[in-house]
């Protein structure tokens, strides 16, 4: 406990407060930070680019805040501030089976598991893929090529039993196994969690479908089962079927988490199933109990929305990420409303209007998708999201060698993002589960913004004071993750308060997004600048950006802009007691420099040849959703 909250003390300016409210009654829940996807050398993607060496015990120790070597540069890595919980989300495909070429993790051929890889590769291609570290051009070979993601599954499923080697699930269990060993050994109840979890990575059509599925079971249980993949299935209906099965036969709870719906082909919002059927209200009902919450940040871009989605969101062009996972990347990126959780909020209020159920009340949180092993969300302490891609060099490219023209991502296009902040009771695996179901969480692009954010009547910033400040708030109002009935005209106030990470830049405003329904039964949306750092006015619903600061030739920023800490009470003056509307806070910061351009001085280069320069960090509340009584 105590080393707990000196950790805290190096992050929060309101410590104090959490270190008073230990000790009463009514403690204030804690601000837990981690990272609930997180890759090792289990996965097969990562084995192949890079990672022959960072298994969960290096992925735990380093989330711990030890050193570690990286399992590309074999140089030595490290956390500032080590996180308070990890899942480790290996993909459930073929899990460990790769690595499981190499005995002790040496280069050790184990002929067995060369003979099941066989059904991929020739012997000597798995070799000079591993022993390379360069195994992109061997696992484009595994991706799917573009097509509709309704037509690819359906054909998907009558190859299912072609999708995986032979004795891969011998080699999965042996993995899992190890895997929970491992948690056992760096799990500490009050002080790290380890939760148990995997990747379910369905892509039909080069639509990213892909789901982190966590479990609040207890190591001993987790190992009873196996985790279930796409290979089983590509269809997340056959996901959320096995979960509540496995649920009831375990006794334990499970939980989806949708990530990079930014890719998904409008596929992961849509108003109709990946088997072409509208969107029934038993479909609904499952997937809002089993799917609570949403990715909206990570290394391949942010989901939160898009330009062409909204327009008069000046923020919007932010953590672009125009390449689907497919075996030719090619220029054919067209966001649609089901890849953006915005448009899911607004899509979940149309459905609902209609079915009576909305399956799209989303929480959020960010993670990284990392998969060095490497738990990293710091722009100057990225490395990378494969091993074989941690170097300035190899950042700034080449691209893709499979797709036309070198089109597709690069190191430099990648984000340094993200974190998943969790308001708990205490760290535990339940205490954080139960947060998760509540959605009192959100998530950051890496920053540690402390973000609180409640809806009711009678609220003052003084509340927030108080060491019962948690407690008493809620007894007159809701936190993020929400509903709040409505039960005259008078708009609810909306409270809500962010202090700095004490490591990053300064804040520069507090933004509240709202999405209605309006009579017509189509959702609409707008952004309010509600608080923001001194020294500037509002004119005509306009608020001027904060312009960089930051010298381009050391990558050090100017500090004397932005505030250290915003909060306010907030009216929405276009309140109606009609609509039913949801409400999330969006904090910005001031602008600092990315990885890019980090990367860039070290080289010797004026600016970053890929990618922007300077980023506007941000932290994204879980909405609070209002209807009328």
Same mark, same amino acid.
């Given at each position: 406990?105590?080393?707990?909250?000196?950790?805290?003390?190096?992050?929060?300016?309101?410590?104090?407060?959490?270190?008073?409210?230990?000790?009463?009654?009514?403690?204030?829940?804690?601000?837990?930070?981690?990272?609930?996807?997180?890759?090792?050398?289990?996965?097969?993607?990562?084995?192949?680019?890079?990672?022959?060496?960072?298994?969960?015990?290096? $992925?735990?120790?380093?989330?711990?805040?030890?050193?570690?070597?990286?399992?590309?540069?074999?140089?030595?890595? #490290?956390?500032?501030?080590? =996180?308070?919980?990890?899942?480790?989300?290996?993909?459930?495909?073929?899990?460990?089976?790769?690595?499981?070429?190499?005995?002790?993790?040496?280069?050790?051929?184990?002929?067995?598991?060369?003979?099941?890889?066989?059904?991929?590769?020739?012997?000597?291609?798995?070799?000079?893929?591993?022993?390379?570290?360069?195994?992109?051009?061997?696992? /484009?070979?595994? =991706?799917?090529?573009?097509?509709?993601?309704?037509?690819?599954?359906?054909?998907?499923?009558?190859?299912?039993?072609?999708?995986?080697?032979?004795?891969?699930?011998?080699?999965?269990?042996?993995?899992?196994?190890?895997?929970?060993?491992?948690?056992?050994?760096?799990?500490?109840?009050?002080?790290?969690?380890?939760?148990?979890?995997?990747?379910?990575?369905?892509?039909?059509?080069?639509?990213?479908?892909?789901?982190?599925?966590?479990?609040? $079971?207890?190591?001993?249980?987790?190992?009873?089962?196996?985790? %279930?993949?796409?290979?089983?299935?590509?269809?997340?209906?056959?996901?959320?079927?096995?979960?509540?099965?496995?649920?009831?036969?375990?006794? /334990?709870?499970?939980?989806?988490?949708?990530?990079?719906?930014?890719?998904?082909?409008?596929?992961?919002?849509?108003?109709?199933?990946?088997?072409?059927?509208?969107?029934? &209200?038993?479909?609904?009902?499952?997937?809002?109990?089993?799917?609570?919450?949403?990715?909206?940040? #990570?290394?391949?871009?942010?989901?939160?929305?898009?330009?062409?989605?909204?327009?008069?969101?000046?923020? &919007?062009?932010?953590?672009?990420?125009?390449?689907?996972?497919?075996?030719?990347?090619?220029?054919?990126? #067209?966001?649609?409303?089901?890849?953006? @959780?915005?448009?899911?909020?607004?899509?979940?209020?149309?459905?609902?209007?209609?079915?009576?159920?909305?399956?799209?009340?989303?929480?959020?949180?960010?993670?990284?998708?990392?998969?060095?092993?490497?738990?990293?969300?710091?722009? /100057?302490?990225?490395?990378?999201?494969?091993?074989?891609?941690?170097?300035?060099?190899?950042?700034?490219?080449?691209?893709?060698?499979?797709?036309?023209?070198?089109?597709?991502?690069?190191?430099?296009?990648?984000?340094?993002?993200?974190?998943?902040?969790?308001?708990?009771?205490?760290?535990?695996?339940?205490?954080?589960?139960?947060?998760?179901?509540?959605?009192?969480?959100?998530?950051?692009?890496?920053?540690?913004?402390? =973000?609180?954010?409640?809806?009711?009547?009678?609220?003052?910033?003084?509340?927030?004071?108080?060491?019962?400040?948690?407690?008493?708030?809620?007894?007159?109002?809701?936190?993020?993750?929400?509903?709040?009935?409505?039960?005259?005209?008078?708009?609810?106030?909306?409270?809500?308060?962010?202090?700095?990470?004490?490591?990053?830049?300064?804040?520069?405003?507090?933004?509240?997004?709202?999405?209605?329904?309006?009579?017509?039964?189509?959702?609409?949306?707008?952004?309010?600048?509600?608080?923001?750092?001194?020294?500037?006015?509002?004119?005509?619903?306009?608020?001027?950006?904060?312009?960089?600061?930051?010298?381009?030739?050391?990558?050090?920023?100017?500090?004397?802009?932005?505030?250290?800490?915003?909060?306010?009470?907030?009216?929405?003056?276009? %309140?109606?007691?009609?609509?039913?509307?949801?409400?999330?806070?969006? @904090?910005?910061? &001031?602008?600092?420099?990315?990885? &890019?351009?980090?990367?860039?001085?070290?080289?010797?280069?004026?600016?970053?040849?890929?990618?922007?320069?300077?980023?506007?960090?941000?932290?994204?509340?879980?909405?609070?959703?209002?209807?009328?009584?």
């Amino acid at each position: 406990m105590i080393k707990s909250l000196f950790r805290g003390l190096a992050r929060s300016g309101a410590v104090m407060l959490m270190i008073t409210c230990a000790t009463t009654s009514q403690a204030a829940p804690q601000l837990l930070w981690g990272d609930t996807h997180l890759h090792t050398s289990y996965s097969f993607d990562a084995f192949l680019n890079g990672n022959q060496t960072a298994d969960p015990n290096t $992925a735990y120790a380093f989330a711990r805040g030890q050193p570690v070597i990286h399992p590309g540069t074999r140089v030595r890595a #490290q956390l500032k501030t080590p =996180l308070d919980f990890l899942v480790i989300a290996d993909h459930a495909e073929f899990y460990g089976g790769i690595r499981d070429i190499y005995l002790d993790g040496v280069q050790k051929p184990n002929p067995n598991i060369l003979e099941r890889l066989a059904f991929w590769y020739t012997e000597n291609e798995i070799r000079d893929a591993i022993d390379s570290g360069n195994g992109q051009t061997y696992f /484009a070979n595994l =991706l799917p090529t573009d097509e509709d993601p309704i037509e690819a599954a359906r054909s998907w499923t009558e190859n299912t039993a072609a999708a995986a080697p032979p004795g891969a699930d011998i080699s999965a269990r042996n993995a899992w196994q190890r895997m929970l060993e491992s948690a056992k050994r760096f799990d500490e109840p009050g002080e790290f969690t380890a939760l148990i979890g995997w990747e379910w990575s369905s892509v039909p059509g080069g639509a990213n479908l892909h789901r982190v599925v966590i479990t609040d $079971a207890s190591l001993e249980v987790a190992g009873t089962f196996s985790p %279930f993949s796409s290979t089983d299935s590509p269809f997340p209906e056959d996901l959320w079927k096995w979960m509540d099965e496995t649920a009831a036969g375990i006794g /334990a709870r499970f939980l989806a988490i949708p990530h990079n719906s930014n890719i998904s082909k409008g596929q992961m919002f849509s108003r109709r199933s990946l088997r072409g059927e509208a969107i029934t &209200a038993d479909y609904a009902k499952q997937r809002g109990r089993l799917e609570p919450l949403v990715e909206i940040t #990570q290394y391949k871009g942010d989901s939160e929305t898009h330009p062409d989605l909204s327009p008069d969101d000046e923020f &919007a062009d932010f953590g672009l990420y125009p390449w689907y996972i497919q075996k030719v990347r090619t220029d054919n990126y #067209q966001p649609r409303p089901g890849d953006y @959780v915005r448009s899911a909020l607004k899509t979940g209020l149309e459905l609902e209007n209609n079915l009576g159920v909305n399956p799209y009340a989303l929480g959020v949180i960010g993670s990284t998708d990392s998969h060095t092993g490497l738990a990293t969300a710091e722009e /100057a302490n990225f490395w990378g999201k494969m091993a074989s891609g941690a170097t300035p060099e190899r950042n700034a490219g080449p691209r893709n060698p499979n797709s036309p023209n070198n089109v597709g991502p690069t190191g430099w296009s990648m984000q340094a993002s993200g974190l998943a902040a969790v308001w708990a009771e205490e760290n535990t695996r339940t205490a954080i589960f139960n947060a998760m179901q509540r959605k009192e969480v959100y998530g950051t692009t890496g920053p540690r913004i402390r =973000l609180r954010f409640f809806a009711g009547n009678g609220l003052k910033v003084e509340d927030l004071d108080r060491d019962d400040w948690h407690s008493y708030l809620k007894t007159k109002a809701v936190p993020m993750g929400g509903n709040l009935i409505t039960t005259s005209d008078t708009a609810p106030g909306f409270l809500v308060a962010a202090t700095k990470d004490p490591l990053s830049a300064n804040l520069d405003r507090i933004q509240i997004v709202k999405g209605w329904l309006g009579k017509d039964g189509r959702a609409a949306e707008k952004v309010f600048d509600v608080v923001w750092s001194a020294g500037r006015i509002s004119s005509n619903g306009k608020l001027p950006a904060l312009e960089p600061q930051l010298d381009e030739k050391t990558g050090v920023w100017n500090d004397d802009q932005g505030a250290v800490t915003l909060r306010t009470v907030w009216q929405d003056p276009e %309140f109606n007691p009609a609509q039913k509307a949801f409400y999330y806070a969006r @904090v910005l910061q &001031a602008p600092t420099p990315r990885h &890019a351009l980090l990367d860039a001085i070290a080289l010797g280069l004026d600016a970053p040849t890929v990618g922007e320069s300077v980023i506007q960090e941000r932290a994204y509340s879980s909405p609070i959703w209002t209807m009328p009584q």
